[in-house]
């Protein structure tokens, strides 16, 4: 499920105004650019998943020098803590409040998946690892977590843990090579997105694999699909009013020849028996990338989508909102531009009481950057300095697949976690300028 913020947004990051010299006074929504300060504050910072906290304000977390980073923010917009921990690869949409108080960060350490858990106040609880699962992703479950990625020696796995860690089922199904969403559906079964194929083999492919798995991780059923010379990467699912399943991301053309190679961000709508009822691809320059996808209240969609500002020039990519309808049809399109970045790239987007908040992470200057921004539901920032431009262009067209059934095979995949010492947190400070 997409989290809810709860408390009015009037009060996040009011304080910041003063705290770190920017903005112009409006403090409903907000842009807010984060850079280390100190020793290390050059090299690698970004911001890979975003959450409200218990208390109604939010946590970030993300990566800074290549250690796992974490802030946590007060309602009213105080920075209330922050450390790096562990080495991390990263953190994909892994950072989640736990019932207690506390807050899960679930990522990519050493060559195996690993669970952080952290008390309110940011010290280490304890961290498991879960060696043999090469982590992807992570989506809440009703009953603690799911992780996913690939396993040791080739196949794709899907681990459920409770909050507290401990494996619930983990489960390896065959001919494909990774595991990367999850969706709970309303009768208690998982709905599962894998991927197959190389996007470096003769054939140039990548497919998506579709699962349907029990509450106890067993495979009930499965369908891939695909296209030749295409690179397939789902980003985000959820389900639509008729709780069927929309999923979004994008699919790569001729991968691996330059002078043909079109991205573009696609949607599909698939029933609980993994037939595709509708797919459509969103085409504006050459490059345009999905990264997640959540319902709008009114029935239809809107897709975070990285998004260049020229064709010749689609290394200038950045954070775009798009707004579709029930049907798909694309209503609006915001894009949003950090003076000076030469990219920004948004991972994770909430609905909050007021419109929607992202997290992402930027380069500038030879250095990466985090940032989170917050918009109403037109995706507008009143009053901001932050560049938010209406996108005229874009058009949708019908996308032809090809299902195959090769039957994918679901395995009991051994996995204990190992529980190590408290990693021991590392304080850093940042500046943090609000736009």
Not at 129 to 158: H, K
Not at 250 to 268: I, Q, Y
Not at 348 to 373: K, N, V
Request: charged residues 20%; proline residues 4%; negative net charge.
């Amino acid at each position: 499920m997409i989290p809810r913020i709860k408390f009015p947004l009037v009060a996040l990051f009011a304080l910041l105004l003063t705290a770190c010299g920017g903005g112009n006074g409006n403090t409903d929504y907000f842009a807010l650019q984060i850079k280390p300060t100190g020793s290390g504050s050059s090299g690698f910072a970004g911001m890979h998943a975003v959450a409200e906290t218990p208390e109604g304000g939010m946590i970030l977390a993300g990566r800074r020098s290549g250690d796992l980073w974490a802030m946590k923010f007060s309602p009213e917009g105080n920075l209330l803590w922050e450390n790096t921990y562990l080495k991390t690869f990263f953190v994909y949409k892994g950072i989640f409040p736990l019932d207690d108080g506390g807050f899960a960060a679930i990522g990519m350490h050493e060559g195996s998946a690993f669970y952080l858990a952290l008390e309110s106040n940011g010290s280490v609880r304890f961290l498991k690892t879960y060696p043999g699962l090469f982590y992807e992703e992570v989506s809440r479950a009703s009953n603690g977590f799911y992780m996913m990625g690939g396993v040791d020696f080739g196949g794709a796995g899907l681990v459920h843990i409770d909050d507290a860690g401990n494996v619930l089922f983990a489960s390896e199904f065959t001919n494909l090579d990774t595991i990367t969403r999850t969706l709970e559906l309303p009768n208690g079964e998982l709905f599962v997105v894998g991927e197959k194929g190389n996007p470096y083999s003769d054939d140039g492919r990548v497919d998506l694999g579709l699962l349907r798995v029990s509450a106890q991780g067993d495979l009930l059923d499965s369908r891939v699909i695909g296209r030749d010379r295409m690179v397939f990467d789902a980003d985000g699912l959820h389900l639509n009013a008729d709780q069927q399943i929309v999923m979004a991301g994008d699919m790569e053309h001729g991968f691996g020849t330059p002078e043909a190679v079109l991205v573009e961000p696609f949607r599909l709508v698939i029933n609980s028996n993994l037939d595709v009822l509708s797919a459509s691809t969103y085409r504006f320059f050459k490059e345009s990338r999905a990264f997640d996808i959540l319902p709008t209240n009114d029935g239809g969609s809107l897709m975070l989508i990285e998004l260049g500002e020229i064709d010749s020039q689609h290394t200038a990519l950045h954070p775009t909102l798009v707004k579709l309808d029930a049907a798909g049809a694309m209503q609006w399109k915001k894009r949003y531009q950090f003076p000076d970045s030469k990219k920004t790239a948004g991972w994770q987007l909430l609905q909050t009481s007021m419109g929607y908040l992202f997290a992402g992470l930027g380069y500038e200057a030879y250095d990466y950057f985090g940032f989170a921004i917050s918009t109403d539901f037109s995706g507008v920032i009143v009053d901001s300095d932050l560049s938010v431009v209406d996108v005229s262009f874009g058009t949708r067209s019908s996308l032809s697949l090809t299902t195959y059934n090769n039957p994918v095979e679901g395995l009991p995949l051994t996995m204990e976690p190992i529980v190590h010492q408290n990693p021991i947190p590392v304080a850093t400070n940042s500046q943090l300028t609000r736009y």
